[in-house]
């Protein structure tokens, strides 16, 4: 079981910035793949980015492709989500995971979840 826990969320206007951090409870954190999720009322969850276990590779989402950057501080059991340029769609729950693979990340298949924190953009 891995319990995750974020923060940082909140409210910015249109072309501002938000770090995202997700703290995880397991001692084994830098085992797991990590990734990062929103979901905007009436709107389906949606993928951002992913990172491996070694942070070596990411993976993101044309959508915050530039704009979004996805870390990891495996010493901290934490990863982060730098989120620049931000626009009034960005407006959403965010949510952090972690699944064994990139893959399960993606699909969503077996993964950990946090309670999400609420990001909101004004114009």
């Known amino acids: 079981q891995v319990q995750l826990v974020e923060s940082g969320g909140g409210s910015v206007q249109a072309g501002g910035s938000l770090r995202l951090s997700c703290a995880a409870s397991?001692?084994?954190?830098?085992?797991?793949?990590m990734g990062w999720f929103r979901q905007a009322p009436g709107k389906e969850r949606e993928f951002l980015a992913a990172i491996r276990w070694s942070g070596g590779s990411t993976y993101y989402a044309d959508s915050v492709k530039g704009r979004f950057t996805i870390s990891r501080d495996n010493a901290k059991n934490t990863v982060y989500l730098q989120m620049n340029s931000l626009k009034p769609e960005d407006t959403a729950v965010y949510y952090c995971?972690?699944?064994?693979?990139?893959?399960?990340?993606?699909?969503?298949?077996?993964?950990?979840w946090g309670q999400g924190t609420q990001v909101t953009v004004s114009s």
């Open positions: 995971t972690a699944s064994s693979t990139i893959t399960t990340i993606k699909s969503m298949e077996g993964n950990y």
């Open positions: 397991r001692r084994t954190f830098n085992t797991y793949a």
